[in-house]
């Protein structure tokens, strides 16, 4: 079975700073990742995807993550993080039939 | 490209009536779509697979009968709550994957529901 764990349930940090989510997966199967934000009350908007390549993914708002196959992980960073970044991030990987698996979450928190 | 829109945004509504909240992608043809619920502060749970022109399929524990899912178009999925109660009350949320099978699922804004 297809499963993500994602470590850290809450990070605070200070504006400008780096930040890293740490998102492990569990898969039998050929592996597509995913990073999703989610601001109050909204939808999911997609942050980056790794389906092949290149191990290291850039996605959109200056965030990137690197596939590590032997780590079995997929952490999302930022040099440098806003107060708009202060939002939900979920990490998923794929189930047949298209579906997802999402991990519980992580709620950053950034602070002035 | 690749927006999907949900309609009502959100719903308040009164112990045992049905609600209709509708996913349309705007500018692409959806083969399938998806139905989730997400409680506060929690994850995504997948309710079901919506797939133009035939039956919806459920995830283990989800009531069919209790959470109709409609897809008569390759852009417009419907998910009934039929017959709702206090606990039904949720943030729904629809994804769409274009028929080009991207693996990629683009969201919806969600739909709030409240019954009271």
């Known amino acids: 079975a297809q499963s993500v764990t994602q470590l850290d349930s809450q990070v605070p940090v200070f504006e400008e700073a780096p930040v890293e989510l740490r998102c492990n997966y569990s898969?039998?199967?050929?592996?597509?990742l995913f990073w999703y934000v989610q601001y109050p009350n909204q939808g999911l908007q997609l942050l980056l995807k790794?389906?092949?390549?290149?191990?290291l993914v850039k996605g959109i708002n200056g965030f990137e993550a690197e596939f590590n196959k032997s780590q079995t992980s997929f952490h999302l960073r930022k040099p440098s993080v806003h107060i708009s970044d202060t939002a939900e991030y979920f990490c998923?990987?794929?189930?047949?039939?298209?579906?997802?698996?999402f991990g519980a979450g992580t709620t950053v928190t950034v602070r002035a | 490209g690749a927006v999907v829109s949900q309609h009502p945004s959100r719903v308040i509504c009164k112990s045992g009536t049905s609600v209709k909240i509708e996913c349309r992608s705007l500018?692409?043809?959806?083969?399938?779509m998806f139905w989730y619920r997400q409680f506060p502060k929690q994850s995504l749970m997948l309710m079901a697979t919506?797939?133009?022109?035939?039956?919806?399929?459920?995830e283990q524990g989800v009531e069919k009968d209790k959470f109709l899912i409609n897809h008569a178009s390759l852009t417009l999925s419907t998910l009934t709550v039929t017959s709702a109660h206090p606990e039904d009350s949720s943030f729904y949320i629809c994804?769409?994957?274009?028929?080009?099978?991207?693996?990629?699922?683009?969201f919806g804004p969600g739909t709030r529901l409240t019954v009271l």
């Open positions: 998923a990987v794929n189930r047949p039939f298209y579906k997802l698996s």
């Open positions: 898969s039998s199967v050929s592996v597509y």
């Open positions: 994804s769409a994957i274009d028929r080009v099978g991207t693996d990629t699922q683009y």
């Open positions: 790794y389906l092949s390549g290149s191990t």
């Open positions: 500018d692409f043809q959806a083969t399938t």
């Open positions: 919506s797939n133009e022109g035939s039956k919806a399929t459920y």
